[in-house]
C-alpha cells in the first residue's frame, strides 16, 4: 500500500518478502547481522487478525524476542531488531514505522560499535558464526516457549530472561559415543538428519562435533543394551577415536 500511495520512506533499507512473518526464522535474522546489516524489522499482521489457524505472527513475535536476548548475550544492541504488527492497508503506518527505524539503526551506528557494544568485528563475525550453529539445538530447547501466544507487551520481557540465555549457552549439551560402548549396530549413524556420525560396518561410530546439531537423536535411538551415546554438559567433549583404532575385531572372528 505504501508504495501505490507513493509513500515516502527511508531508500538505506532491503526488503525481503516471505509468505508469512512466521517463517522468518532466528537464522535469517543471524545471517543479516553476519552480513554486516545494522538493523533488521520484521513487519507482521496484526496479532490475532491472521485468515489462517497457524498464526504464524505470535511465532515471529516470540522468535524476535528469543532473538533479541541472544543479541544481548553476544553483545548486541537489541534495538538493532524490531517487530511491528500492521495490515497491508496501513501504508502510512509502515512508512512511519520504516522511518522510525530507519533514524534509530542510524542513531545507533555501525553493527558493533554502536551505544552499549563495542565488539571487535572478527569476533562478532565468530560469535554469530557460534550461534548460528546452535540455531537448531536453541530452537528444540526453547520450543515450548517459542510457541507461546503473548497477548500484551507486559508479557514480552518476561518470555526469555537474561540469566535464562545465559544459561543456554553455559550448559549446552553435547553428545558423545562412548567407544568402549559403540557396537558399530549402525542406528544412529542411519537416523542423524545431519550426516554428522562417522562409522560403518565394524567400525566405531564417531560424532563429527562440528556437522552435530545437537538433537539429540543418536542419545534416543541407540539400543538400550549398548548404551552407547552420552550427553555432555559444561564439559569439553573428549576427543575422536582415531581412525585406525575404530575397527571392532569381534571375538568370532578373533578364533
Ligand atoms: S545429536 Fe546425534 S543425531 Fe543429532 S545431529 Fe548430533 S550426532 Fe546427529
Ligand atoms: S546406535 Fe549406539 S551402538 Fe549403534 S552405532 Fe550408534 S553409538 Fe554405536
Do not use: W
Not at 533514524?103 to 554469530?128: A, F, T, Y
Amino acid at each position: 500500500m505504501a508504495g501505490v500511495s507513493r509513500l515516502q520512506y527511508t531508500t538505506e533499507t532491503r526488503l525481503i518478502r516471505v509468505m508469512c512473518s512466521g517463517r522468518v526464522d532466528l537464522e535469517f535474522v543471524l545471517r543479516a547481522f553476519s552480513n554486516g546489516i545494522d538493523g533488521v524489522l520484521i513487519g507482521g499482521c496484526r496479532l490475532k487478525e491472521c485468515n489462517y489457524v497457524t498464526h504464524g505472527n505470535y511465532h515471529a513475535l516470540t522468535m524476535a524476542l528469543l532473538c533479541r536476548r541472544i543479541m544481548e548475550h553476544i553483545g548486541l544492541n537489541p534495538e538493532r531488531l524490531r517487530i511491528e504488527f500492521m495490515s497491508s492497508a496501513e501504508g502510512n503506518r509502515f512508512a512511519e514505522v520504516m522511518g522510525e527505524f530507519g533514524n534509530s539503526v542510524k542513531e545507533l551506528g555501525p553493527l558493533g560499535k554502536g551505544k552499549g557494544e563495542g565488539i571487535d568485528p572478527n569476533e562478532l563475525k565468530s560469535k554469530l558464526a557460534g550461534i548460528t550453529k546452535l540455531v537448531p539445538y536453541i530452537k528444540l530447547v526453547k520450543n515450548e516457549k517459542l510457541a507461546s501466544r503473548l497477548e500484551n507487551p507486559e508479557e514480552y520481557d518476561k518470555l526469555f530472561t537474561k540469566d535464562e540465555i545465559d544459561r543456554l549457552f553455559s550448559e549446552v549439551i553435547s553428545y558423545y559415543i562412548d567407544p568402549e560402548k559403540c557396537q558399530a549396530c549402525t542406528t544412529c549413524a542411519k537416523r542423524c538428519p545431519a550426516e554428522a556420525i562417522v562409522g560403518g560396518k565394524n567400525l566405531i561410530h564417531v560424532i563429527d562435533q562440528e556437522k552435530c546439531i545437537k538433537c539429540g537423536t543418536c542419545f534416543e535411538v541407540c539400543p538400550p543394551k549398548f548404551c552407547a551415546v552420552t550427553k555432555i554438559s559444561g564439559e569439553p567433549v573428549p576427543p575422536p577415536l582415531p581412525e585406525e583404532k575404530r575397527t571392532i575385531v569381534r571375538k568370532s572372528k578373533e578364533k
